[in-house]
């Protein structure tokens, strides 16, 4: 078996989304250790003692803001927020999770507003944060065309993530994350007002589900998304494109999904 050091960096970021979309989607640690800021200490090598050195400097850290504030101020910028457009710079502006520290992006929305169906991911993908749009790259590529086998495409669909941001190494977002960015999400569920909403993964499943179950267990059968201000939505979830790309066999599963989604597009008031 190979082990981590052999393995390229798109074979690690491979193998970590099978994990998280098969439900091993748990950190063992908060923060990776930084094991190079560790110190040996050395004895000395004769009777005469080492000259005392002075202590090693820390490595500055970005002053954060504390976890319960930065959920209570998206909660507050998320009620405020009238608009898509409103909510869109509130998410911009919001500095309270530390994701938008390493992504290139914040991608807010995609597809259509007003389209009758929402696709929901728990987090932008790579070519997605480098792009500044939502579902591109080989992922985007299977998303249009799973979309033509039913007939649709993005038209017919508006899009958001739970977290506006990508996680390093396209990692599913941490309890934390999820739940300081949450009330963004569902503020942009009641405003763009969808007929009903496709989890795509694992990870947004999970989250807005508020489940520990995994996708394969809870893919392809409706329930009710309610956010907290009382907002009920009917969803669905199915796997996600870059977990499709792995695992192709898995899209006989998806297929079935689709076919579930086509039938309720067939009956939304707002398709055209």
């Known amino acids: 078996m190979a082990i981590a050091t052999e393995m390229s960096r798109g074979e690690l970021e491979s193998l970590l989304r099978f994990y998280a979309e098969s439900g091993l989607d748990f950190p063992l640690e908060d923060e990776a250790p930084n094991r190079f800021a560790a110190e040996t200490a050395t004895a000395p090598t004769n009777s005469q003692e080492s000259p005392a050195r002075p202590p090693a400097a820390k490595p500055e850290r970005l002053p954060a803001m504390p976890d319960a504030e930065a959920v209570a101020l998206a909660k507050q910028l998320a009620r405020a927020a009238e608009s898509l457009d409103d909510l869109r710079k509130a998410v911009e502006s919001f500095d309270g999770c530390n994701l938008k520290l390493t992504a290139r992006s914040t991608i807010f929305e995609g597809g259509r507003r007003g389209a009758p169906m929402m696709i929901i991911q728990d987090a932008p993908g790579r070519d997605d944060d ?13 998303f249009d065309r799973m979309l ?61 589900l508020d489940t520990r179950e995994n996708i394969l267990q809870l893919r392809g059968r409706w329930q009710e998304l309610r956010t907290e201000s009382g907002h009920a939505l009917p969803v669905i979830a199915t ?26 597009l067939g009956t939304t008031k707002k398709d055209a």
């Not at 480098?130 to 299977?142: F, I, R």
């Not at 996600?240 to 309720?264: C, E, H, N, S, V």
């Open 130 to 142: 480098a792009s500044g749009e939502a579902l591109t790259g080989p992922e985007g590529q299977l």
């Open 148 to 208: 033509a086998a039913i007939g649709r495409s993005r038209d017919d669909c508006y899009m958001g993530f739970v977290v506006p941001w990508r996680v390093p190494g396209n990692a599913v977002p941490s309890p934390l994350q999820a739940s300081i960015c949450r009330p963004f999400i569902e503020r942009q569920i009641e405003l763009a007002r969808p007929d009903f909403a496709v989890l795509l993964g694992n990870g947004a499943t999970k989250i807005l």
């Open 239 to 264: 796997l996600q494109p870059r977990f499709l790309l792995d695992q192709p066999a898995q899209k006989r599963y998806a297929w079935t999904d689709l076919l579930q989604i086509r039938d309720r």
